[in-house]
T-cell receptor, first 113, second 113 residues
Framework: QQQVKQSPQSLIVQKGGISIINCAYE??????FPWYQQFPGKGPALLIA?????SEKKEGRFTISFNKSAKQFSLHIMDSQPGDSATYFC????????????FGTGTSLTVIP | DTAVSQTPKYLVTQMGNDKSIKCEQN?????MYWYKQDSKKFLKIMFS???????INETVPNRFSPKSPDKAHLNLHINSLELGDSAVYFC????????????FGEGSRLTVL
């Protein structure tokens, strides 16, 4: 059973465009929602994270939008650049414990110059 | 300085062999993990250790045996390798209670022939 559902599986965006990746969850006990970025041949790296008491968090060109009532959250990449081409994973956890931490299935983003 | 380092980066071996992957972190974290990433990029947790104590042991064949000599090291030994074990294995670490903030190594790509 997939605890965190992520879409789309792959995404192609023109340089300068907005990339949007969506995730949904069911367990309302989740209290931390990070996004990880993984470049080919590298390990995933924490990109940005949000807690459910806020609806939006922005760091540079990356923004998480969080809709608690819909149990959905999304990553927006503004002014997408070819260097943003990577696989993005959403995730959710409860209480910071490793045995209640779940990754989404990943989205492969390609930004075309 | 590399925060989470794994060796070897690549491993090619024959079915039935035994192999080990080593991991070390210099972040002062007390929790370490092994993740498996398959060809579809899906990340699956295998094990987690907190201060040398096993706290997560997902449904993994008992051919896989983790060992943590101290809280900065977590090694993975695999016996009787099978074709299906081919994957990228990632070591990660975090502070206790902050499992959502994972620091990953660069991965060890295992190919079983």
């Amino acid at each position: 059973q997939q605890q965190v559902k992520q879409s789309p599986q792959s995404l192609i965006v023109q340089k300068g465009g907005i990339s949007i990746i969506n995730c949904a969850y069911e367990n309302t006990a989740f209290d931390y929602f990070p996004w990880y970025q993984q470049f080919p041949g590298k390990g995933p790296a924490l990109l940005i994270a949000i807690r459910p008491d806020v609806s939006e968090k922005k760091e540079g060109r990356f923004t998480i939008s969080f809709n608690k009532s819909a149990k959905q959250f999304s990553l927006h990449i503004m002014d997408s650049q070819p260097g943003d081409s990577a696989t993005y994973f959403c995730a959710a956890s409860i209480g910071g414990t490793g045995n209640q931490f779940y990754f989404g299935t990943g989205t492969s983003l390609t930004v075309i110059p | 300085d590399t925060a989470v380092s794994q060796t070897p980066k690549y491993l090619v071996t024959q079915m039935g062999n035994d192999k080990s992957i080593k991991c070390e972190q210099n972040l002062g974290h007390d929790t370490m993990y092994w993740y498996k990433q398959d060809s579809k990029k899906f990340l699956k947790i295998m094990f987690s250790y907190n201060n040398k104590e096993l706290i997560i042991n997902e449904t993994v064949p008992n051919r896989f045996s983790p060992k943590s000599p101290d809280k900065a090291h977590l090694n993975l030994h695999i016996n009787s390798l099978e074709l299906g074990d081919s994957a990228v294995y990632f070591c990660a670490s975090s502070h206790q209670g902050r499992a959502g903030e994972l620091f990953f190594g660069e991965g060890s790509r295992l190919t079983v022939l």
